[in-house]
């Protein structure tokens, strides 16, 4: 009888620790979130050269940064799978239409999602058009390990028109606001 009492207490306490709300430092959906909002904007004279990213994209077709050299870009990592990136999708279709004929190119960095047909689908279901690398050893994402390495997913460089690293967004909750006004500031900065 006490090892009974026993099961259901533990029993209960794992159903307790399961359905709790938790803090805002656990991860879920398999992400790491950044917990918060973190923009790193690097001083002009600061900035090193972004890596030229080169790989298939999600049609399968090779895609280069280096396609879209002179002009101001932003690089996101995100997975469909992770529950912040899709919240932040709708913030990067707004800014990546308000800014299309801005010289400003987007370009996502899919990571961690093996079927890329996942991918293609929340991308037509959210209207995003621009282009992403397929990611999936997560190779590219580490081509910015000597400038402003990610950390967390979703992830948002700002790469300026010369090429330089300038900004890094961790934010769980990017607004269109956000980005389009660090895109402002690496322009600005950067003419």
Known sequence: MRTLRVMVAVGALVLLAACSGGGRDRNTDGYV??????VTVVPVKDRKPAPT?????????????????GKTLVINLWGPWCAPCRAEAPALKEVSEQYAD??????????????????????RKKGIT????????????????KTLPTQAIPTTWVIDAKGRVAARIMDDKLSASTLAGVIDDVQKSTS
């Open 33 to 38: 979130g950044a917990n918060g909002s973190f």
């Open 53 to 69: 990213l080169e790989g298939d994209g999600l049609d399968g077709k090779p895609l280069s940064t280096a396609d879209f050299a």
């Open 102 to 123: 801005k010289d400003v190119q987007f370009i996502g960095m899919l990571t961690r999602t093996p079927d890329t047909s996942s991918a293609i689908a929340f991308n």
């Open 130 to 145: 621009y282009p992403s690398f397929a990611d999936e050893g997560g190779s590219l994402e580490l081509e910015f390990v």
